[in-house]
């Protein structure tokens, strides 16, 4: 059980397009939804907190109108990329927690490669 | 203040001897310690956690772990090291389940 998946696992895109990562829980319904990126030997960065049917909460310095998060249902949550360019390349994951929230369970991640 | 912290980059052991990965917290409320272990180019997977009760838990593949209050550490242990064990270590802690603040990870190498 508490399994979250993760589509795609990789996407390379040119610089000025927007990528949708999309993140689901299969067997459980998601309350929250985190978005964490990873770069290459370092731990997780958390970006934003999504509730469903509400706003995502975004961390300090995170600009929200480029990453754009929708939690429309307790079992799908999107990241959107705006306009990607280069330096958005990183590791991108996503974990959920259900109802209780007590652990959180971790998507495969997507790799982003920005051209 | 960094609420977690990891003091290894990196530890290094021999397969079939006991291995230990290092995590302390900082105190901030009553906290809620996990680890998770993430091998290359894939997410986390969940180990075990510490809510309450018995500070010694046990969790997945073997590994468990100890919540001590007075050192503030939550140390990963194995009695008996796989080379299969080697990945990525994180320590996470999380006081209102809103928030989880992750270590810096350790890597683990077992060799043969």
């Known amino acids: 059980g508490a399994v979250v998946s993760q589509h795609p696992s990789w996407v390379i895109c040119k610089s000025g397009t927007s990528v949708k990562i999309e993140c689901r829980s299969l067997?459980?319904?998601?309350?929250?939804m985190f978005w964490y990126r990873q770069f290459p030997k370092q731990s997780l960065m958390l970006m934003a907190t999504?509730?469903?049917?509400?706003?995502?909460?975004?961390e300090q310095g995170v600009e929200k109108d480029k990453f754009l998060i929708n939690h429309a249902s307790l079992t799908l949550s999107t990241l959107t990329v705006t306009s990607a360019h280069p330096e958005d390349s990183s590791f991108y994951i996503c974990?959920?927690?259900?109802?209780?929230?007590?652990?959180?369970?971790f998507g495969p991640g997507t790799r982003l490669l920005v051209l | 203040a960094q609420s977690v912290a990891q003091p290894e980059d990196q530890v290094n052991v021999a397969e079939g001897n006991p291995l230990t990965v290092k995590c302390t917290y900082s105190?901030?409320?009553?906290?809620?310690l996990f680890w998770y272990v993430q091998y290359p180019n894939r997410g986390l997977q969940f180990l075990l956690k510490?809510?309450?009760?018995?500070?010694l838990v046990k969790g997945s593949y073997g590994f468990e772990a100890e919540f001590n209050k007075s050192q503030t550490s939550f140390h990963l242990k194995k009695p008996s090291a796989l080379v299969s064990d080697s990945a990525l270590y994180f320590c996470?802690?999380?006081?209102?389940?809103?928030?989880?603040?992750f270590g810096s990870g350790t890597k683990l190498n077992v060799k043969p």
């Open positions: 974990s959920a927690t259900g109802t209780g929230g007590e652990t959180q369970y």
């Open positions: 067997d459980f319904q998601a309350t929250t």
């Open positions: 999504s509730n469903e049917g509400s706003k995502a909460t975004y």
């Open positions: 105190v901030s409320g009553n906290p809620y």
């Open positions: 510490y809510i309450t009760g018995d500070n």
């Open positions: 996470a802690v999380t006081y209102n389940f809103n928030k989880f603040y």
